[in-house]
Nanobody, 125 residues
Framework: QVQLIESGGGLVQAGGSLRLSCVAS????????VGWFRQVPGKDREYVAA????????AHATPTSGRFTISRDIAKNIVYLQMRSLKPEDTAVYSCAAVRYTNWGTPSRNEYDYWGQGTQVTVSS
């Protein structure tokens, strides 16, 4: 079992930045891939980005690519989602997810087994 804990959400003005963090309680991300997703009430969950912990390979969804960047801190065992130039339409609950993954690249968005509770990001206009 992998328990994921997100932090870093909050209220920010349009054009601002936030950095979200995802940690795994009691274990490392070694041999896992970690993804970020977001969801607005009444809408489907949306894939944002993913990182292969072992190789460092990353993938970013087109709608937020160029503004959002996923990264990892190996020493701290944290996965980050740096969000810049935030827009009101980025308002959502952001969740990280993990799946055991030792392949190249990053997993498909449907492969994730473990999910955090999410952190609210609100962007005001």
């Amino acid at each position: 079992q992998v328990q994921l804990i997100e932090s870093g959400g909050g209220l920010v003005q349009a054009g601002g930045s936030l950095r979200l963090s995802c940690v795994a309680s009691g274990r490392t991300f070694s041999n896992y891939a970690v993804g970020w997703f977001r969801q607005v009430p009444g809408k489907d969950r949306e894939y944002v980005a993913a990182i292969n912990w072992n190789s460092g390979s990353v993938a970013h969804a087109t709608p937020t690519s160029g503004r959002f960047t996923i990264s990892r801190d190996i020493a701290k065992n944290i996965v980050y989602l740096q969000m810049r130039s935030l827009k009101p339409e980025d308002t959502a609950v952001y969740s990280c997810a993990a799946v055991r993954y030792t392949n190249w690249g990053t997993p498909s968005r449907n492969e994730y087994d473990y999910w955090g509770q999410g952190t609210q990001v609100t962007v005001s206009s």
